[in-house]
């Protein structure tokens, strides 16, 4: 039997700031037998709908860390799967998020009345270290943005994509990043105008290139990222595929 090849939707491949071109964090995988979202941000589970992929066919939500702009659509898309109307989710949903999850979650459920809680619904902590799911493994590092905050390799069917989430610069990212397929690396702004907790267009090429991944999809990009053009000056650095991000953008890792 032929399989699919695995198709990476980038949902948001902006920040929290309002811009028409790029909405708010989100990515959706479709492995050959599961359906994960990396990050929740707001839009997303509308946008989902854009790439034709039903929100009820989600198995498994991997959560970057707490900031708005990457969990807030947990709100509608909880909130849709509990009152879906004439459809039902027949399987269980698993919303995972660095330790404290639980508590901000509950905080969650508090506001919104138990409205955002559905019958399905899986709230889990994950640590770093790597877990065997369905028909992915999962490893999780921390990553020097904020103390939720996780980046993520899913490998699958030999393949492998790694998401940095908001982070600075990390050695570890490297070693997380290695020989990557796909690696989704989040850049903030101008290596002139570097904020702490973020990475700019030099640390990209840099962890890039150590990294050796294959392909290099750059995301979370502010305006001032397209005003002053800084795909180009990281496609001009490494002699890698470099993607700039766009929001429902669909990429295929043949398997
Ligand atoms: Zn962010
Ligand atoms: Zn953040």
Excluded at 22 to 39: E, H, M
Excluded at 93 to 101: D, H, N, P, V
Excluded at 135 to 153: C, G, M, N, Q, V
Excluded at 185 to 206: A, F, N, Q, R, Y
């Amino acid at each position: 039997m032929k399989k699919n090849d695995i198709r990476l939707f980038i949902l948001g491949s902006g920040t929290c700031i309002p811009y028409e071109r790029r909405g708010s964090s989100g990515y959706a995988l479709k492995l050959p037998s599961s359906t994960v979202l990396l990050d929740c941000g707001n839009g997303t589970t509308w946008k989902l709908s854009k790439v034709g992929i039903n929100y009820l066919e989600v198995d498994h939500i991997f959560l970057s860390h707490f900031h708005p702009d990457h969990t807030s659509d947990l709100i509608p898309f909880l909130f849709a799967t509990r009152y879906s109307y004439r459809e039902r989710r027949g399987k269980p949903l698993f919303i995972w998020g660095a330790k404290g999850f639980r508590s901000f979650f509950s905080a969650l459920e508090k506001a919104y009345n138990g409205w955002i809680v559905p019958d399905c619904l899986n709230i889990l902590e994950i640590e770093e270290g790597t877990l065997k799911l369905d028909d992915f493994t999962i490893t999780a590092r921390k990553t020097p943005h904020i103390e939720s905050s996780l980046a993520y390799r899913i490998e699958s069917e030999g393949k492998s994509l790694v998401y940095t989430g908001d982070t600075d610069f990390s050695e570890s990212l490297i070693e997380l990043a290695k020989d990557a397929d796909v690696l989704i690396i989040e850049c903030s702004s101008t290596d002139d105008l570097k904020v702490k907790g973020h990475l700019t267009p030099s640390e990209v090429v840099k962890i890039a290139r150590e990294s050796k991944a294959k392909r290099v999809v750059v995301s979370h990009l502010y305006p001032i990222c397209d005003e002053r053009n800084i795909i180009e000056k990281i496609k001009q650095e490494l002699d890698v595929d470099v993607v700039v991000a766009e929001d429902l953008l669909e990429i295929r890792i043949p398997i």
